[in-house]
């Protein structure tokens, strides 16, 4: 049986994180979940996950910083990124 694929939620919305999380698990993913770019850092320690899902808009923080961390391992994942419609967000993300 092949190895489960790994997949990290940086969400800080708990409630959206869960429930995301339990539809990509019954879907055969191994599913973490990271609420802040400093408990993502430590994660990455272990090694970078096979895809990740990014919220742009974390509590005081940027979703942009997080993928700029997970773009720099080794092998980097496949990475989607999520993050309400406004024109500023949009256009930087483009520039990761």
């Not at 429930?19 to 993913?29: H, P, T, V, W």
Request: aromatic fraction near 4%.
């Amino acid at each position: 049986m092949p190895a489960r694929p790994s997949l990290l939620i940086v969400e800080d919305d708990a409630a959206f994180a869960k429930a995301l999380g339990r539809s990509f698990e019954r879907r055969g993913y191994v599913v973490v979940t990271h609420a802040s770019i400093e408990a993502v850092r430590e994660m990455l320690v272990a090694g970078p996950p096979a895809f990740a899902v990014v919220d742009l808009k974390l509590a005081g923080q940027s979703g942009l910083e997080c993928v700029k961390l997970l773009h720099q391992c080794r092998p980097p994942p496949q990475i989607v990124l999520c993050a309400p419609s406004e024109g500023e967000t949009n256009s930087n993300t483009v520039r990761v």
